[in-house]
Structure formats: structure tokens, C-alpha cells
């Protein structure tokens, strides 16, 4: 009988356990979380094979794969301790620092040897599984570019707010140019850190959601990528805001986030060489991102328990799936990524 644990009962969390009971590769759930009301409402929902649990919680988790779908500052614990006891782990969140921290347990997943899937959710998630398909296109990358557009529950809400009020982190290789001329290795390669609502940028995601103005951001995509993709030379990503979410971001949320966004939207841009010339790629996806999310990391887990995953540590989801095979499983399931048809776009 194969269990899995799903911490967090939010918007994510309690939509990856309804899928994960629909498939067959799930006969039970362990549900956690620690506010009594999201739990009975998934509990309603959810039926008899979902195992409710509520703080203080058991010592030992008895699962055969752990999903983590709570808010920030509580993911890289609840990484270890899947660590400590042998399980696979699969990580939805957006959270830059804590995406640095949980990166940082790599050691210990590869001693353990088990698969941690850090970032399996919408943005960072399938975005970065569509860079990876993407990157095939091409006999030279280049550069990388991310931009998303709207939120899951309340607290992808608070994490995109403070995201806008931070540092972003962007790649800068060696091979960069600047006005035409190359700049040394030493002044530009490594990470470049601008405020975040700054560097607007005007993109245009899949319809229905359209034109965006978006703006650094403090977004983990371009480490997940990086680490991914080593020899890309210029990685970055940025979040469509508008000018109250750019004003009001150094605050406090000033209003209630609403339990769950409306629909939202991810966009990748990939440039490099085919042969002689220059190409771009553009390709996204638009879905509601806590079900887009919800379905990346319930696909992820199936996955995982079927021993489909290609890293036996801990990865990026982009590194973890082979992508092609992945779209499709995604598309199957109602989640069907798009790619741009212009003057530019590959076919």
C-alpha cells in the first residue's frame, strides 16, 4: 500500500492530495497542517483514505514519499527531517532564500539517496521544466529569461508581495557583452543583485491573461536554472506587478490576501544558435497557479514513486524529469504548455 504525506492543506497542498487519490499510484494519504479549519475542509472533501493529522504532530512520519506544501520559513525543516527518515521529498514553493537554504541539503539528500525535487510547482516548477525542453531546441543557449504573473493562497500572495521589496539575483557569465564590447570575467560572471520593482519590462503571456508590466523580483528561478543549466551565460526572471504592488511593498499587506487568485500565467524566453544564426524560443502556460502548482507537484510525486526521476539527490525539477515525457503526462491532465508562433519562433 503506497502512502504519501502531504504537508499543507492550503490552496497547493489539498488539491495535491485530491489528485494524488484520483491516479492509481496512491492508496492512502497522511494530510498535515496546523490550522484545524483547512484541515476539516479537506478532510469533508477528501473522504475516508486521507489520515488527518494536526499539531503537535507524531515523531515519526510513515510514508512512502513526502509532498511539502507549507508556507515559507517552514520548508527546509521539513526537508530534512524527510532526509533523516529516507523519503523522497517533493518541495511547491517560491521562496528565494528558502530555496537557497534547502539547495544547501544537498549533501545530505546524495548521502541519503533519495530524490528531493526542490521547486515543483507553476513558477518555479513547469517553468523550469520548459526552459530544459526548450534549451534542446538549440545547438547554443544564451540566455534565459522567466517572467510570471499571479498567485495561489494567501501565502504565495505574502511571498510575491515581500518578493517585490527585495533583491533580485540574475546570472551574468563570462561571455556577456556590454554597448557592443566584452567585459572582463571578473567584473561581470556571477550574480547580479538589482532592487526588486525595478527593470520594467513589458510581456506578453498566453492568452487569456495577455500583456503584463513585470519587474525584478527576489525569484528563485534563475538559481533552479543556473544550477540546471551551468553554461547558460545570462539568466534572469521577473514578476508582473502594478504600481500599488510596487508602492506598498516595503509594507505589510495592507488588505487580506483572497484564498486563491485567479488566473495567472508563466513565460519562458530562450535565445541562442541553431547552426549559424541567432533564434529565440518563447513557450508558457496559463492556468489558475495553485491548480497549475497542484498538478506539477502531484504529477512530480507519481513520478517519483514510479522511479521515473534521472537524480538520485537533490534537483531542480527541470533536472529531475525528462521533459518532453513530463509535458505530455502534464497536458493529460488538463495542464498543456503553448509556444509562441511569430516571426521569431521555432517550429
Known sequence: ???VAVLGAGAV??????RLLASDAVDRIVLRDIEPDRLARASRALGSRVAIEHAPF???LEADLVVVATPRGTQVEATEAAIDCGRPAVLVGDGLAETVAVLRLADSAARAGVPVVVGSGFGPGLSCVLVVHAVTWFDRVDEIHVSKVGTGGPACALVHHRALSRRSYDWRGKNVHRSGQRVSRSYLEGWVRRPGGSGRELVWFPDPVGPRDCYRAALPDPVLLHHALPN???ITARMAATRRDRLTAP?????PPHQEGGTGAIRVEVRGRRGIAEDVAVL????????AAATVAATT????????HRVQGLAGLGEMVEPVAFLHDLASRGLE???????????
Open 1 to 3: 500500500m503506497t502512502c
Open 251 to 255: 509594507l505589510p499587506m495592507l488588505t
Open 13 to 18: 497542498g489539498a488539491r495535491v492530495a485530491r
Open 232 to 234: 547558460v551565460e545570462r
Open 284 to 291: 508558457g502556460a496559463a492556468e489558475r497557479p495553485a491548480v
Open 301 to 308: 510525486a507519481e513520478w517519483i514513486l514510479a522511479g521515473r
Open 337 to 347: 504548455a503553448q509556444i509562441f508562433e511569430g516571426e521569431q519562433s521555432l517550429s
Open 58 to 60: 507524531p515523531s515519526r
